[in-house]
T-cell receptor
Framework: AQSVTQPDIHITVSEGASLELRCNYS??????LFWYVQSPGQGLQLLLK??????LVQGIKGFEAEFKRSQSSFNLRKPSVHWSDAAEYFC????????????FGTGTQLKVEL | DTAVSQTPKYLVTQMGNDKSIKCEQN?????MYWYKQDSKKFLKIMFS???????INETVPNRFSPKSPDKAHLNLHINSLELGDSAVYFC????????????FGPGTRLTVL
């Protein structure tokens, strides 16, 4: 069964500081990996995705993530956080077959101190 | 134009009632989904439809019945509502070929009193 672990429930960073959100996955085949962001009262917006190829993927809003197969990880990074980045971040894993099912992690809530 | 829309945004109702949530996507996608997000923000897939055909049914109580009149719409009907049904329900859609990103609606916050 596929699963995602986001070990940090809450993270607080200062505006302008760098950010790394951790994501570990379990999947029996080649994983398709996603990071979504959810602002309060909003739906989920895709930040970036990894399907294949270059293991460092760039996304919107200055975010990037690196796929490390040996560590089963797909950590999200941003070099300089803005106050507007405060939100809930979800990592998700999926794969071929089974109707494109995504399994989400429990999310990391990011707070940004001004 | 909104890509994936849901109505209503908020739904407050009494236990035992029956209610429906509607979802529409204008992206031309073949696959649509319903997710439930509980009070701890945990997101879990409930159903998936591909071209009006049920693909995924994740052991959801049969009080929940999805209906897809066409591939642009996926509605969720809930019978005999229970307190534990209180959650935010998200509709999503994606292209059908292989695994692709899913586009989410704004959510419907259901509160059962």
């Amino acid at each position: 069964a596929q699963s995602v672990t986001q070990p940090d429930i809450h993270i607080t960073v200062s505006e302008g500081a760098s950010l790394e959100l951790r994501c570990n996955y379990s999947y029996g085949a080649t994983p398709y990996l996603f990071w979504y962001v959810q602002s309060p009262g909003q739906g989920l917006q895709l930040l970036l995705k990894y399907f294949s190829g270059d293991t460092l993927v760039q996304g919107i809003k200055g975010f990037e993530a690196e796929f490390k197969r040996s560590q089963s990880s797909f950590n999200l990074r941003k070099p300089s956080v803005h106050w507007s980045d405060a939100a809930e971040y979800f990592c998700a894993v999926g794969g071929t077959g089974g109707g494109n099912k995504l399994t989400f992690g429990t999310g990391t809530q990011l707070k940004v101190e001004l | 134009d909104t890509a994936v829309s849901q109505t209503p945004k908020y739904l407050v109702t009494q236990m035992g009632n029956d209610k429906s949530i509607k979802c529409e996507q204008n992206l031309g996608h073949d696959t649509m989904y319903w997710y439930k997000q509980d009070s701890k923000k945990f997101l879990k897939i409930m159903f998936s439809y591909n071209n009006k055909e049920l693909i995924i049914n994740e052991t959801v109580p049969n009080r929940f019945s999805p209906k897809s009149p066409d591939k642009a719409h996926l509605n969720l009907h809930i019978n005999s509502l229970e307190l534990g049904d209180s959650a935010v329900y998200f509709c999503a859609s994606s292209q059908v070929q292989g695994v692709s990103e899913q586009f989410f609606g704004p959510g419907t916050r259901l509160t059962v009193l």
